[in-house]
């Protein structure tokens, strides 16, 4: 049973300088239940890739193709039908959580935005006991003392888990992870990691997980897909692709991975 | 913001005197000494003394009563002329900012039209066609300067439109009305409150003009600006008609700028970040 089943994606930007093929022709799927990656180096279309999926690419973009979730090509819905997925069906958390943030607000008020966004609630304790019910899943230290506070107050690790509880906040069926540690030194990535290990066993999410890490991506998926350049190169099992690249450019991507140890 | 404020001891004077001021408005049947319009024939025109702190006017009226109950007419003129002034621009310049575009390029357009109308002629043909009255005053100040913020807010949310926490708020799901009411125009709002604080002294201003002329707020209501013309033909012989509310129009317009002034560089680093 497929969750997300996508074919031939393609994003062009049409700008005045030609046509930019960011996403060029992208297909794969993604089984219910599944921790599937996305590796690339940078400008890969990986991110586009993910912001295609919920329709939120800017012009003078044009998103083309089938984007199949749970059987319905959420492509061709309207405004209104995405907006009631994103954030409660289908949730993204990006790369920078220092500036996912909306600096005037509490993390508090942003959570319980998140609630009432997506929820038929009125009720202003329920939904609080609900924030801090998430900051607690995602071992935040002292939950009462950081839902009052702002996102300047507080450290980047802390920030991407409060970023993580929001994405969960609303039950979502498919999380999408677009590179969520790389900006975080590498103990807080360990941190994390383990967090996500947690939460992809305690919630049996299906999981798109972006990265341009390979050691990450090995570490947290059970298949995945190499990107370049707008297209896919391979995919496959981690197995398979770990021990047996067939294309010289995942052995390259490898390789430069191996090169660290 | 308000630690910072009192760090400036210009600001700090200038709020305290606003603070006093807005306390005469609110109170003004405490505080008054005496009914503004009571006519009393035994002290026409009598100078500042212990019985009238600031003299009587040439019905006997005291000067110092219709002080505190001018105040309360000037102050609420300068709040709502610039509230109605804040909210047209906010709606204005959220709405071009935010899509940009064709709608941006007449919004402006319309902008720089407003712009051409010599704002203190518009609002005397304007007064002079419909009655005087304090609703209509307000009303037309605030029509005739809502342009300036209008392209703040613009210029404001133009940058923060392209912000990460913008894009998150529509990953999880947010309309393009949420993100203008409850995520750009929060984030946009301090050069618009440094221009609304300058703004409600220039609004006073524009009302003691008209009543000063005749054609803002009619007597027996008290306004500063009416109190000057009352107090023109008398000049020579009795200055405190004059001196008195020329002396509250000054430093409340006055603590006005300073404390705007002020605003302007406290928010200032911040609008770096």
């Known amino acids: 049973m497929d969750i997300l089943k996508i074919n031939d994606l393609k994003t062009y930007f049409h700008t005045k300088e030609g046509l930019v093929k960011a996403v060029n022709g992208v297909s794969f799927n993604i089984k219910k239940g599944e921790v599937f990656g996305l590796v690339g180096e940078s400008g890969s279309g990986k991110t586009l890739t993910a912001l295609s999926i919920l329709k939120l690419v800017p012009p003078p973009g044009k998103i083309d193709g089938e984007v199949l979730f749970n059987g319905i ?124 290990d947690e939460i992809i ?61 | 913001m308000i630690r910072e404020i009192a760090k400036n001891k210009m600001a700090l004077a200038s709020a305290v005197f606003i603070i006093i001021m807005v306390i005469f408005a609110l109170f003004a049947p405490l505080i008054a000494t005496y009914d503004p319009t009571r006519v009393d024939t035994k002290f026409i025109l009598s100078p500042p003394s212990s019985q009238h702190i600031f003299g009587t006017d040439t019905l006997g009226r005291d000067i110092f009563s219709r002080i505190v109950y001018g105040a309360r007419i000037s102050l609420s003129i300068g709040f709502i002329a610039v509230g109605i002034a804040v909210l047209i621009g906010i709606f204005f310049g959220s709405i071009a900012g935010y899509y940009g575009g064709k709608i941006d390029s007449i919004l402006m357009r319309f902008v720089d039209i407003m712009l051409c109308f010599p704002t203190l002629f518009l609002i005397l043909a304007v007064i002079a066609f419909l009655e005087p009255s304090i609703f209509n005053i307000m009303a037309v100040i605030g029509i005739t300067n809502w342009m300036g913020v209008a392209r703040l807010i613009r210029a404001e949310i133009l940058t923060l439109k392209e912000r990460d926490f913008v894009a998150c708020a529509r990953v999880m799901g947010a309309s393009d009305m949420w993100i203008i009411l409850r995520h750009l125009i929060p984030n946009a709002i301090g050069p618009v409150l440094v221009s609304a604080t300058l703004g409600i002294g220039g609004a006073i201003l524009i009302e003691s003009a008209l009543s000063f002329l005749g054609i803002g707020v009619q007597p027996p209501t008290p306004s500063w600006g009416n109190m000057l013309m009352d107090g023109k033909s008398t000049l020579g012989v009795a200055w405190w008609l004059t001196i008195f509310p020329g002396l509250f129009i000054l430093f409340t317009v006055l603590s006005y700028n300073l404390l705007g002034s002020a605003l302007r560089d406290i928010l200032e680093p911040r609008l770096k970040n």
Request: net charge negative; with cysteine.
């Open chain 1, 201 to 261: 066993e305690r919630e049996k999410l299906s999981i798109l997980f972006i990265s341009h890490d390979f050691g990450i991506i090995a570490r947290m998926c059970d298949r995945m897909a190499v990107m370049h350049k707008g297209r896919i190169v391979e995919m496959g099992d981690k197995a398979d692709i770990l021990n047996d690249p067939k294309e010289p450019y995942t052995r390259s991507l490898l390789e430069s991975v191996k090169a660290l140890v």
């Open chain 1, 73 to 196: 090509d959420i492509l061709k819905m309207g405004e209104t039908y995405l907006r009631g997925i994103r954030g409660s069906k289908i949730a993204i958390v990006f790369q920078e959580p220092s500036t996912s943030l909306d600096p005037v607000f509490t993390i508090g008020y942003q959570m319980m935005e998140a609630i009432y966004a997506h929820r038929d609630l009125q009720n202003r304790s329920r939904a609080r006991k609900i924030a801090l019910e998430y900051l607690d899943n995602v071992h935040t230290p002292d939950p009462e003392r950081i839902f009052h506070d702002y996102p300047h107050q507080l450290s980047g690790g802390t920030k991407q888990r409060v970023m993580i509880a929001m994405a969960l906040i609303n039950s979502p069926e498919l999380l999408i992870l677009d590179e969520p540690t790389t900006a975080l030194d590498v103990t807080i990535q360990a941190q994390i990691l383990d967090l996500l």
